[in-house]
T-cell receptor, first 118, second 114 residues
Framework: AQTVTQSQPEMSVQEAETVTLSCTYD???????LFWYKQPPSRQMILVIR??????QNATENRFSVNFQKAAKSFSLKISDSQLGDAAMYFC???????????????FGKGTLLTVNP | GAGVSQSPSNKVTEKGKDVELRCDPI?????LYWYRQRLGQGLEFLIY????????KSGLPSDRFSAERTGESVSTLTIQRTQQEDSAVYLC????????????FGPGTRLLVL
């Protein structure tokens, strides 16, 4: 079974600064997808960024980028120019690329609570 | 277009009662997922529906939990004889097809069992 570990329960960053959230995962599969989701107090899970394991290039979405190290099974999220609206719980998630049933489920880490200080 | 919606937003019930939680997926999305989020934890997979196929129930924690889905529309998650350990946020997600890896989440139902 796959597992996802987020070792930082809480992080804080000053507005306009850069912060990196860590995520490691364990799998025996060679092809899979990785995600970062943001969950503000409204509880709505919002997709921040996704990475396909077979792509070596790191994904970027505006101020958000990842450092995907497949051999190390590491998938960190970098937030540049942090804004007050970035404050939320951030979850790292894994999904198998194998078809069928519960293979389509997302496996989540326990989350990192990000505080942005003005 | 409209996103995934869930109702009720919050539910308080007494131990031993049955509860029903509802999820309306994004129109046209054939795949639907239920997850449970306990306080301070990540999301745990409960059940997956794809079209009219038999659901994958491998994540349901006990036989007190069941879920139904009518075609490619609304789904209900039922918890019978609720226990305090069932207190959590129950989140629903949908995707256009199961192969489309991005899941779109609803706002969840917060269940509190007294």
């Amino acid at each position: 079974a796959q597992t996802v570990t987020q070792s930082q329960p809480e992080m804080s960053v000053q507005e306009a600064e850069t912060v990196t959230l860590s995520c490691t995962y364990d799998t025996s599969e060679s092809d899979y997808y990785l995600f970062w989701y943001k969950q503000p107090p409204s509880r709505q899970m919002i997709l921040v960024i996704r990475q396909e394991a077979y792509k070596q290039q790191n994904a970027t979405e505006n101020r958000f980028s990842v450092n995907f190290q497949k051999a190390a099974k590491s998938f960190s999220l970098k937030i540049s120019d942090s804004q007050l609206g970035d404050a939320a719980m951030y979850f790292c998630a894994y999904r198998s690329a194998i078809s069928g049933g519960s293979n389509y489920k997302l496996t989540f880490g326990k989350g990192t609570l990000l505080t942005v200080n003005p | 277009g409209a996103g995934v919606s869930q109702s009720p937003s919050n539910k308080v019930t007494e131990k031993g009662k049955d509860v029903e939680l509802r999820c309306d997926p994004i129109s046209g999305h054939t795949a639907l997922y239920w997850y449970r989020q306990r306080l301070g934890q990540g999301l745990e997979f409960l059940i997956y529906f794809q079209g009219n196929s038999a659901p994958d129930k491998s994540g349901l924690p006990s036989d007190r939990f069941s879920a139904e889905r009518t075609g490619e529309s609304v789904s209900t998650l039922t918890i019978q004889r609720t226990q305090q350990e069932d207190s959590a946020v129950y989140l629903c997600a949908s995707s256009p097809t199961p192969r489309k890896e991005t899941q779109y989440f609803g706002p969840g139902t917060r269940l509190l069992v007294l």
